[in-house]
């Protein structure tokens, strides 16, 4: 069974940066393309980063230049680095390969 569980969310203010954990279980994130997405209430769910399986990074234009990806193969674990967070990144923050899903992580910026 596959499980991911994100953390490292939080209340920030605007300008403040965050980092956040995905950690997962049944699942070598080596060996997948695995995604970010965020959702707020009401929109669909966006991914907005990648990371795939040789490692490189791909970012939606809207934080392209303020957030980082990297993966720990030795934990098995993902961090997204945020940097400049501006109140639009205000969402549940979710790591997933799109099949399986985690309760995700709230990120609120605000001042």
């Known amino acids: 069974q596959v499980q991911f569980v994100e953390s490292g969310g939080g209340l920030v203010q605007p300008g403040g940066s965050l980092r956040l954990s995905c950690a997962a279980s049944?699942?070598?994130?080596?060996?997948?393309?695995v995604g970010w997405y965020r959702q707020v209430p009401g929109k669909q769910r966006e991914l907005f980063a990648t990371?795939?399986?040789?490692?490189?990074?791909h970012f939606a234009d809207s934080v392209k230049g303020r957030f980082t990806l990297s993966r720990d193969n030795a934990k098995n674990t993902l961090y997204l680095q945020m940097n400049n967070l501006k109140p639009e990144d205000t969402a549940v923050y979710y790591c997933?390969?799109?099949?399986?899903w985690g309760q995700g992580t709230q990120v609120t910026v605000s001042s």
């Open positions: 997933s390969t799109g099949l399986d």
């Open positions: 049944g699942i070598i994130f080596s060996n997948h393309d």
């Open positions: 990371i795939t399986i040789s490692g490189s990074t």
